[in-house]
């Protein structure tokens, strides 16, 4: 338990603590952190390249020509059929 004032260990870091606890080997400590970062890097990677397409997809025409008729159409109600 961590004591007021104290700053929580970064995530590397807890991983390098907890091999060393379970006394695994420096090479399985390495393979582990270099899988997280690869992992952390990956998806740091794919949610920027998401959040870019999204702006390309807001900023195009297609996407205003759908909200446009979105919004033009929404309003229209069908008849609906009195039983």
């Known amino acids: 338990m961590l004591k007021v004032g104290t700053v929580k260990p970064k995530l590397l870091d807890q991983v390098r603590h907890a091999t060393r606890v379970r ?25 920027a390249v998401l959040i870019r397409a999204t702006k390309i ?13 979105h919004r033009r159409f929404s309003g229209i109600r069908r008849p609906v059929a009195v039983r």
């Not at 006394?23 to 949610?47: M, P």
């Not at 997809?57 to 008729?69: A, E, G, P, R, Y």
């Open 23 to 47: 006394h695994l080997s420096y090479r399985t400590e390495q393979a582990y952190v270099h899988w997280i970062k690869r992992f952390i890097s990956y998806f740091c990677f794919f949610s």
């Open 57 to 69: 997809l807001i900023n195009s025409s297609v996407f205003k020509l759908n909200t446009v008729w």
